[in-house]
């Protein structure tokens, strides 16, 4: 069964450093999706794209977060810099296409900043 | 800004009891619901999905959950909850503008 990858599934890191997580979404998914994971919360989008145009970023905090998926295939959403405050599970998840369409969420990528 | 609640953040209930775990919206207008799980070391998955119709939807593993409009509620529901059930249960609304916004999450456990 196809699934969703992401890598590194564990990340620590000291705060100012840059970071990097990356996501490789279903065969022939058209959509693909960032989500930020709080412990004890629900996930929160932080950016949709479209093939490799942004539908949504308005939750991604465009000051440190950029996300890209330059060739409408996998994507790696960046933070540079970290701070304490970015310790969550950063999840990534793709459809066929948006709107109703299932979305299907891989392992996440567990940050640390310390 | 629409938001979804969940009441329970833990519930434990022993085997064979029956389940429903609320699930509330601020919305008024056109919305899909959701119920996904996320079992221990698991990745998120799709439990049960309304978009139209019957207001009570069934979905995998016995697990239903009723729409009730009037009451902006998607509440989940099993009638006899098993070991296996254990697991993390997020509501989820789709509403206009294709943004999936997620309740804060239930924990089940259940006792053998």
């Known amino acids: 069964e196809a699934e969703v990858a992401q890598s590194p599934r564990y990340k620590i890191t000291e705060k100012s450093q840059a970071v990097a997580f990356w996501c490789d979404p279903i065969s022939g998914h058209a959509t693909l999706y960032w989500y930020r994971q709080i412990l004890g919360q629900g996930p929160e989008l932080l950016v949709q794209f479209q093939d490799e145009s942004v539908v949504d970023d308005s939750q991604l905090p465009k000051d440190r977060f950029s996300a890209e998926r330059l060739k409408g295939v996998d994507s790696t959403l960046k933070i540079q810099p970290a701070e304490l405050g970015d310790s969550a599970m950063y999840l990534c998840?793709?459809?066929?296409?948006?709107?109703?369409?299932?979305?299907?969420f891989g392992p996440g990528t567990r940050l640390t900043v310390t | 800004a629409q938001s979804v609640s969940q009441h329970n953040h833990h519930v434990i209930l022993s085997e064979a009891a029956s389940l429903e775990l609320g699930c509330n919206y601020s919305y008024g207008g056109t919305v899909n619901l959701f119920w996904y799980v996320q079992y221990p070391g698991q990745h998120l998955q799709l439990l049960l999905k309304?978009?139209?119709?019957?207001?009570l939807v069934k979905g995998i593993k016995g697990f239903e959950a009723e729409f009730i409009k009037s009451k902006f509620s998607f509440n989940l529901r099993k009638p006899s909850v098993q070991w296996s059930d254990t697991a993390e249960y997020f509501c989820?609304?789709?509403?206009?503008?294709?943004?999936?916004?997620f309740g804060g999450g239930t924990r089940l456990m259940v006792k053998p």
């Open positions: 309304y978009f139209s119709g019957d207001p």
């Open positions: 998840a793709s459809s066929f296409r948006g709107g109703t369409y299932e979305q299907y």
């Open positions: 989820a609304v789709l509403y206009a503008g294709n943004m999936l916004t």
